[in-house]
Every structure is written in structure tokens, then in C-alpha cells.
């Protein structure tokens, strides 16, 4: 997998997301006795999937996001639908139907801590769903100083051979401490990153620059409020008023 390209409408859903889950944690943590589902979760994280498809070109492959959703769907009953004899094709088909198009997904944090065990064992239920699979890795903390938030995720080769993710047979979602030892697995080699890039839009661009800047410190320059500065607007008007006359 060389690159993860992102469209700007997807990205800014899952940032949105990302954010409102944040807030809903603040806010349960602040009433008492008030119970979100990031709350719960002991972290304000949001989780969605991350729907597109997979292209090749000039021999490499990339994967195109167009659309992300919050929620994740448990890929893991899928196999339990299709064994067990009493299950309806309409049940089948509808597991099945939820599934499609869904190649990774992602998930919010604070200062890079998304590695977590919940994490590792989406990541194992989606590779086993799609191969090319990946976490997209929003970081909040550094979203609110104005540095890059994105990062994406996935499964190593070590990884992949210490779980038997090849193997269907004897495929596990649990790490055997022998074969954590045998594969020379930690935490710095189970995951490797992949580049990610937005696909650019001048108008989504001009949005972003007029509406976000305000609100972050990297931006917050009083450069950017000449024009609403009162100096500035004077300055025009006398010119426009003499040009005028």
C-alpha cells in the first residue's frame, strides 16, 4: 500500500466527529451521573469506518477514502451468520451488505495514545475483511496547536505472521506470548505507517482558511484581521471616496 488519499468532505465528517465526541466527553465528565458512550469508554474517542476503494497505478497501490461513517460494525458475527445453518440469507445478506465498501477505519485520540488493545483487535476483525486494510489516527491534542493530526495505520508483516492472519484456519485475535517472542514483536514493529494525503479543493481550501483560522493558534496572526482592522478599513475608504470624486 503506497499512499491513503483522502477527499475533503470525508475528512472533515470524520473531523467533525472526532470533535463532537470530544465535547460529549467533556460535558459527561462534568455532570455527574451522566453517561455517553465516549464516557463509557473511559476516553473521549470517536470510532467510525472508512469507505472507498482500491486503485493500482504506475504499479503501486492507493486507496481512495470517499466517505467516512461513525460506528463500527462487528465484523467478527459475519463468520458466525455464515455458520451457523439457522441463519436467513436475508440475515446474511444484510451483515454482508454493511460491510461493503468498508477498507479501515478511524479513531480519535490524545498525544498519539491510539494503540490500544480495542484498536489492535479492529484492525485483525478488518484485515481479515480486507487485506489492504489501515487505522486512520486523528490526534485532537494536536489539532487544537494548529500541527498535522492525520496519521494511518496498519498491521506490519511480523504482525501478520505472529497472528496467523494468512492462515484461516488458525487464525486468533489474541497474542500468544510465544509467538510474541518468536516473532520479535513489540510495539514499535506491529504497526506500520502509510503516507496519507488530501486531495486538494480550492473551495473546501477557502472555507477551511476563512472559517478554522480564527480558531487556531498557528493561524491566529493579527496579519489575517487586516481587513477588520479599523485602520485598514479607513485607509480604503478615504481611497475609494477620492477615486470618487
Do not use: W
Not at 17 to 33: A, E, K, L, V, W
Not at 187 to 211: G, P, T, W, Y
Amino acid at each position: 500500500l503506497h499512499n491513503v488519499v483522502m477527499d475533503p468532505p470525508a475528512m472533515l465528517n470524520m473531523i467533525k466527529h472526532c470533535h463532537d465526541s470530544m465535547n460529549q466527553f467533556t460535558i459527561g465528565r462534568s455532570i455527574p451521573g451522566a453517561k455517553t458512550l465516549e464516557f463509557q469508554n473511559g476516553f473521549g474517542g470517536a470510532r467510525g469506518v472508512v469507505i472507498g476503494v482500491l486503485k493500482k497505478e504506475l504499479d503501486k497501490f492507493n486507496v481512495f477514502i470517499s466517505q467516512t461513517r461513525p460506528g463500527l460494525p462487528n465484523i467478527s458475527n459475519l463468520n458466525d451468520l455464515q455458520a451457523d445453518a439457522s441463519t436467513s440469507k436475508n440475515e446474511y445478506n444484510k451483515a454482508s451488505e454493511e460491510l461493503k465498501g468498508i477498507i479501515g477505519f478511524y479513531v480519535s485520540c490524545q498525544q498519539g495514545l491510539a494503540f490500544t488493545h480495542k484498536n489492535l483487535v479492529s484492525m485483525i476483525h478488518q484485515y481479515r475483511n480486507f487485506r489492504n486494510s489501515f487505522m486512520v489516527v486523528y490526534d485532537l491534542s494536536k489539532s487544537q496547536i494548529g500541527l498535522n493530526p492525520l496519521q494511518c495505520f496498519r498491521l506490519s508483516e511480523q504482525a501478520i505472521t505472529a497472528l496467523n492472519l494468512n492462515d484461516l484456519l488458525n487464525v486468533t485475535d489474541k497474542l500468544v506470548q510465544d509467538k510474541v517472542r518468536e516473532s520479535g514483536l513489540s510495539i514499535e514493529n506491529m504497526f506500520e505507517e502509510c503516507s496519507v494525503k488530501i486531495n486538494r479543493s480550492h473551495l473546501l481550501q477557502a472555507f477551511l482558511f476563512d472559517h478554522i483560522q480564527p480558531h487556531m493558534p498557528a493561524f491566529n496572526t493579527n496579519m489575517l484581521k487586516m481587513g477588520s482592522s479599523n485602520q485598514h478599513m479607513a485607509q480604503h475608504l478615504y481611497q475609494a471616496s477620492a477615486k470618487s470624486q
